[in-house]
């Protein structure tokens, strides 16, 4: 709903664009200079943030308030300090604007100059007398916003002025922590000169050293470990600052953090150690500087569980070779892979996956996400991966993970090729498990006609049960893949098997709008009059879902709009639900009624205003609810509107106190409410 505050007035356009006649033309005509409203809260405001000078007198001369508050910038001094235009500063200033006026997207108009660099304008502020500590919005105060934007001579402005070089506030926590990770060196020199902390904690990357390591700003870090930072301070995602410069590969850092005294074996963060986050980005001569310094290449901890098998997933083989030199567990356990071989599996890492079967990683390790290497390769298509597993003894059938199988993984997506290495080699077509239950409803699922017909071939269980979607042809019909569906068939595939809600393909295909899949079951016989365990049937599905040519479709076969389901819904309900104006539009013309109630008193009417879709304006939404529902806004903002929303519950066939006793439209979720958050439902 709009408000008076999204209204914009000619005064305000005009004033925006810097229109001088147009401004002149309308203040002539006796419009108000003070009107609220518009993104920036008034005229004077606009003017101000474009910077218009001319406009400004116009309007100041006028007697537009040179302290109005609102808009995006709280105050006309702010919206011209964001824009550093310093004659409009210098007007507003002399026309009496409070210099620390608070609000705004800034907080406060030294903030909004400084964080833009506008030393000019920064300089008139301090000198009407601008607090330069005062708090701010995103930066905390103003140094820190000049110095995360390396605005030196605006930081040196504020030191000079007194700035508290040790504030803490905004996303880094404090001016260098700001600085140091922008690698703006003469800001970190004047801040670090002025008394910086610089081991002060807090902020996003914990503190100063860790931000610029993070960066690769060898000059600062340069700085930060002359002033005696803490080399080993903990905090930030990654830990410390030898795992964050690791991770980035910035070797001179890394190499001035070793030099210092940092523990090459220092545990936490994301990637658990230095070794592990260089590894993951194969960073070879930041791996090669961490062995050197003694870092254990078997530690387990971070995402991937180790070094190695950081290394293998991302298909470095100078790294995996470094590591596996050093003395790295093949078979170490752990991570998101479970295992290196794994690793490089998923992602087809050739020489990484030969590499690891060469030092005698075991082909058939169970764990993670995919259970075993076979899995995974097959998951990702990868079928020279996947001869090599087999080629060296990997189990065709191992059962695990999230597929269950390699088949169902291999069938799933599509990959043809690697289903026929994996046929070949004995792999049981019915297997069961994994999400799809099989691996012919996962090839039918995915629409894979050339995969469904290898395995239906090689004697795949055609009506086995289980998985997502209960059976492969109830896969293939939600999915509209009609080939499969006459493929499966074809295959005495029973045509109205239920799934566990008691939905057939016919339902199924309904509800997805597939309409060339409804053809084809209705010419294979498929009974489209079953209703599922809620009692709903496929004009139920299909109207719920919007799926207009199925309505139009099941309408001419005779079915009728208000059969109601075991809670009372018709199809008309559904679909003002769904909102599909369309939708609603063909079963009104077939003889829906709008006023039905279901079990719990709701009403097509009351579905689509609880909704506030497009439907209410086909549902006969009154002038006179619209004009009660006015009246509530109004009620709302002074006194309690029990009595309104009773009234206004009467009017629309909605039962009274539904929406205070918390209860809500069948098939949503939404939190309880009081009546007081009526409004928001219709607005």
């Known amino acids: 709903m709009r408000t008076l505050n999204d209204i914009r007035l000619p005064l305000y356009y005009a004033s925006f664009a810097g229109l001088i006649r147009s401004v002149k033309f309308i203040l002539d005509k006796g419009a108000d200079v003070n009107a609220q409203g518009g993104e920036y809260g008034n005229a ?54 409070d210099v620390n006026a608070q609000g705004g997207l800034y907080g406060n108009a030294l903030y909004a100059a400084s964080e833009g660099g506008h030393d000019q304008v920064v300089q008139m502020l301090l000198a009407k007398g601008a607090d330069v500590n005062a708090q701010g919005e995103e ?50 020199q004047m801040l670090l000169a002025k008394g910086a902390d610089v081991n002060a904690q807090g902020g996003l990357y914990g503190n100063a050293l860790y931000a610029a390591s993070e960066g690769g700003h060898d000059q600062v870090v340069q700085m930060l470990l002359a002033k005696e930072a803490d080399v080993n301070a903990q905090g930030g995602l990654c830990g410390n600052a030898l795992q964050a410069a690791s991770e980035g590969g910035h070797d001179q850092v890394v190499q001035m953090l070793l030099a210092k005294g940092a523990d090459v074996n220092a545990q936490g963060g994301e990637f658990g150690n230095a070794l592990q986050a260089a590894s993951e980005g194969g960073h070879d001569q930041v791996v090669q500087m961490l062995l050197a310094k003694g870092a254990n290449v078997n530690p387990q901890g971070g995402g ?44 087809g890492h050739k020489q990484v996956v030969q590499i690891l079967l060469a030092k005698g990683a075991d082909v058939d390790a169970q764990g993670g996400k995919y ?44 990959y ?70 006459r493929l499966l068939l074809n295959h005495d595939a029973v045509i109205n098997r239920k799934d566990i809600q008691g939905r057939t393909p016919f339902h199924l295909a ?19 009059t079953i209703i599922d365990t809620q009692g709903r049937n496929c ?69 689509a205003i609880f909704h506030h879709n497009q439907s209410s304006s086909i549902l006969d939404v009154s002038l006179a609810y619209e004009n009660k529902k006015s009246e509530l806004a109004v009620k709302q903002s002074t006194s309690s509107s029990t009595a309104a929303v009773e009234s206004i519950d009467d009017e629309r066939n909605v039962s009274p106190g539904i929406w205070r006793k918390g209860y809500y439209c069948d098939g949503c979720l939404l939190v309880s409410f009081d009546s007081n958050n009526l409004l928001n439902l219709f607005v």
Request: glycine share 16%.
């Open 510 to 528: 309904s509800a997805g709008g597939q309409m060339e899949t409804v053809e084809t079951l209705s010419s294979f016989g498929s009974d489209p």
């Open 539 to 607: 004009l139920h599905h299909a109207a719920s879902k919007g799926s207009i040519e199925i309505v139009n479709w099941l309408l001419k076969k005779g079915f009728d709009p208000n059969y109601a389901d075991r809670d009372g819904w018709t199809s008309l309900h559904w679909a003002a639900k769904n909102g599909s104006v369309s939708t609603i539009e063909v079963l009104k013309a077939a003889g829906a009624g709008s006023t039905i109630e279901a079990i719990e008193g709701w009403t097509p009417d009351s579905i």
């Open 371 to 414: 259970g075993n290497a076979l899995q995974a390769a097959s998951e990702g298509g990868h079928d020279q991966v996947v001869q090599m597993l087999l080629a060296k003894g990997a189990d065709v059938n191992a059962q695990g993970g999230e597929f269950g199988n390699a088949l169902q993984a291999a069938s799933e997506g599509g």
């Open 44 to 97: 004077l405001q606009a003017a101000s943030q474009g910077g218009h000078d001319q406009v400004m007198q116009m309007l100041l001369a006028k007697g537009a308030d040179v302290n109005a508050q609102g808009g995006e910038f709280g105050n006309a001094l702010q919206a011209a300090s964001e824009g550093g235009h310093d004659q409009v500063v210098q007007m507003l200033l002399a026309k009496g604007a």
């Open 304 to 347: 991937y569980g180790n070094a190695l098998q950081a290394a293998s997933e991302g298909g470095h083989d100078q790294v995996v070779q470094m590591l596996l030199a050093k003395g790295a567990d093949v078979n170490a356990q752990g991570g998101y892979y479970s295992n290196a071989l794994q690793a490089a599996s998923f992602k």
């Open 139 to 188: 930066y905390g105060n103003a140094l820190y916003a000049a110095s995360e934007g390396g605005h030196d001579h605006v930081v040196q402005m504020l030191l000079a002025k007194g700035a508290d070089v040790n504030a803490q506030g905004g996303e880094f926590g404090n001016a260098l922590q700001a600085a140091s990770a922008r690698g703006h060196d003469q800001v970190v």
């Open 416 to 485: 043809d090729q690697v289903v026929q290495i994996l046929l070949a080699k004995g792999a049981d077509v019915n297997a069961q498990g994994g999400y799809y239950g099989n691996a012919l409803q996962a090839a039918s699922a995915g629409g894979h006609d050339q995969v469904v017909q290898m395995l239906l071939a090689k004697g795949a269980d055609v009506n086995a049960q289980g998985g997502e979607y209960g059976n492969a042809l109830n896969a293939a019909s939600e999915g509209g893949h009609d080939q499969v569906v």
